[in-house]
């Protein structure tokens, strides 16, 4: 092979490298159980974990419990950090540092249970944010780790995402518009249970205008639930949670929809 044909495959060689760096960075990982973490990568920084705001080269994450309305409180564990229970969510808008790469995420269900109910390694990447929401199917505890898009909205925007974890009523579609008369609007079609998870774009969070909000959740033939008054503030970013409680059969539990709204900032 000549020199020119050589410093071509080299020069292409190169782009593809950094293109293949570009496109993984900051995707939703892979859980796996025999992961293993460097000296380098760990984060022992969670003694306190809501005033190391300065680590930005960590991953971060924080937790939410979507049963029963999210009302079924747990105890999660993340990597050797003391548990702490939570009831919706824990931080309340904030997140905590997780280790580079490889970390342990245990959940205790009743949050006075002693032992786990879910231990799971995930793979979280170096200045990405995850939401990670518990739900149960059946008797199964489960975890669904989401990729959190944390930059501003413009302006004095605010902007949303819906996320159906519908446990029960979940082979029904559902639709969600996000409304203010004469003022913004953002509709969601034929929404699944945890369809985000086939669909990463169902993870993207989308502007609007800040304000006051009706959040609508309805199919075809029905209107099966509508909130009020939502406050969407400027700068802020939510998610919309489709839940339903797990004490009712799936054809109740579809006209027990609750659309819960969670502030990530």
Same mark, same amino acid.
């Given at each position: 092979?000549?020199?020119?044909k050589i410093?071509y495959?080299l020069k292409h060689?190169?782009i593809?490298?950094v293109?293949s760096i570009?496109v993984?960075?900051?995707?939703?990982?892979v859980?796996s159980n025999?992961t293993?973490?460097t000296t380098?990568?760990?984060?022992?920084n969670n003694n306190?974990?809501?005033?190391?705001?300065?680590l930005?080269d960590y991953p971060r994450?924080k937790f &939410?419990?979507?049963m029963? @309305?999210?009302?079924?409180k747990?105890? +999660? =564990?993340?990597n050797t *950090?003391?548990?702490?229970t939570?009831?919706k969510y824990?931080?309340?808008s904030q997140?905590?540092?997780a280790?580079?790469?490889?970390?342990?995420?245990?959940?205790?269900?009743?949050d006075?249970?002693?032992?786990s109910v879910l231990?799971?390694q995930?793979?979280?990447?170096s200045?990405?944010?995850?939401?990670?929401? &518990?739900?149960?199917?059946? @008797?199964e505890?489960?975890?669904s780790? +989401? =990729?959190d898009n944390? *930059?501003?909205p413009s302006?004095?925007?605010?902007?949303?995402r819906?996320?159906?974890f519908?446990?029960q009523?979940y082979f029904d579609y559902v639709n969600?518009?996000?409304?203010?008369?004469?003022?913004d609007?953002?509709?969601?079609?034929?929404?699944?249970?945890?369809d985000h998870?086939?669909?990463?774009?169902?993870?993207?969070f989308k502007?609007?205008?800040?304000?006051?909000y009706?959040?609508?959740?309805?199919?075809?033939?029905?209107?099966?639930?509508?909130?009020?008054?939502?406050?969407?503030k400027?700068?802020k970013?939510?998610?919309v949670?489709?839940m339903t409680?797990?004490?009712?059969?799936?054809?109740?539990a579809?006209t027990?929809i609750?659309?819960?709204v969670?502030?990530?900032?």
């Amino acid at each position: 092979m000549d020199t020119k044909k050589i410093k071509y495959f080299l020069k292409h060689l190169t782009i593809l490298s950094v293109l293949s760096i570009v496109v993984f960075s900051c995707n939703k990982s892979v859980t796996s159980n025999t992961t293993t973490t460097t000296t380098d990568n760990t984060n022992t920084n969670n003694n306190n974990p809501l005033n190391n705001d300065t680590l930005t080269d960590y991953p971060r994450i924080k937790f &939410f419990t979507v049963m029963d @309305y999210g009302s079924s409180k747990v105890r +999660v =564990k993340l990597n050797t *950090a003391n548990s702490v229970t939570i009831a919706k969510y824990y931080p309340s808008s904030q997140y905590l540092i997780a280790n580079k790469g490889s970390n342990n995420i245990t959940l205790y269900y009743p949050d006075t249970a002693t032992s786990s109910v879910l231990s799971m390694q995930v793979d979280l990447i170096s200045g990405c944010y995850y939401s990670c929401f &518990f739900y149960r199917v059946g @008797y199964e505890w489960k975890l669904s780790i +989401v =990729k959190d898009n944390v *930059a501003t909205p413009s302006g004095t925007n605010a902007k949303i995402r819906v996320l159906d974890f519908r446990t029960q009523a979940y082979f029904d579609y559902v639709n969600v518009r996000v409304y203010n008369p004469g003022y913004d609007e953002k509709n969601y079609y034929t929404r699944n249970f945890l369809d985000h998870e086939t669909y990463s774009s169902n993870a993207d969070f989308k502007e609007l205008s800040s304000g006051y909000y009706k959040v609508r959740v309805f199919n075809d033939s029905l209107n099966l639930k509508t909130r009020d008054s939502v406050n969407l503030k400027a700068g802020k970013i939510y998610s919309v949670v489709l839940m339903t409680p797990s004490t009712l059969p799936p054809s109740t539990a579809l006209t027990n929809i609750f659309p819960d709204v969670q502030q990530h900032n």
